[in-house]
């Protein structure tokens, strides 16, 4: 069965700090992999997506993920944090079979200042 | 963009009441919808996959006479919590697909909070 693993429940980096937040995936075939963004109380917004193609996607906010096969990941990254990227973030993996999206627990990010 | 809006934005009401929560797509026609529920700091669990014209599809362990689900139109779906009582209360959001789009990421709402007394 598909799964999204994000290994770091949350992470706290200093602002204009460098991020990466993990993800794994396990799926069959070569997946769709999404990363969302979510503040609190609200719905989620999407930061990026891998459907084919170059490996290295470019999303919004100044966001980019890499995907690699061979590792299973897609990471999600940001050269420079800004206060306002504070928010959960969550990685998914949709089943194209099903058209279902499945759902990485997600990560907490902290900024200090 | 594509929008999904999401009404109401917050519900709070009695136990033994029946809620309705509606997902509308604004500028786009979705023949599957989507309804998660998220419990405080944790992931969006999928309930049910909403069909347009017929039945939803649920999840195993969510109980259909509970949430029912209605996709009556390409632009429309309804989840009723019926009899909802304080263990239902939790952040409900539903998605959409662009039936025109292959397979493109779901847009989602922006999420309804149920409080039940």
Known sequence: AQSVTQPDIHITVSE???LELRCNYS????PYLFWYVQSPGQGLQLLLKYLSGDTLVQGIKGFEAEFKRSQSSFNLRKPSVHWSDAAEYFCAVDH???FKTIFGAGTRLFVKA | GAVVSQHPSWVICKSGTSVKIECRSLDFQATTMFWYRQFPKQSLMLMATSNEGSK????QGVEKDKF???HASLT???LTVTSAH????SFYICS???SGSGNQPQHFGDGTRLSIL
């Not at chain 2, 304080?86 to 209360?89: A, F, G, K, N, V």
């Open chain 2, 68 to 70: 029912l689900i209605n």
């Open chain 2, 96 to 98: 959409a697909r662009d």
């Open chain 1, 27 to 30: 799926y069959g075939a070569t």
């Open chain 1, 16 to 18: 204009g700090a460098s």
């Open chain 2, 56 to 59: 939803a599809t649920y999840e």
């Open chain 1, 96 to 98: 194209t079979g099903g």
């Open chain 2, 76 to 78: 429309l779906s309804t």
């Open chain 2, 86 to 89: 304080p263990e239902d209360s």
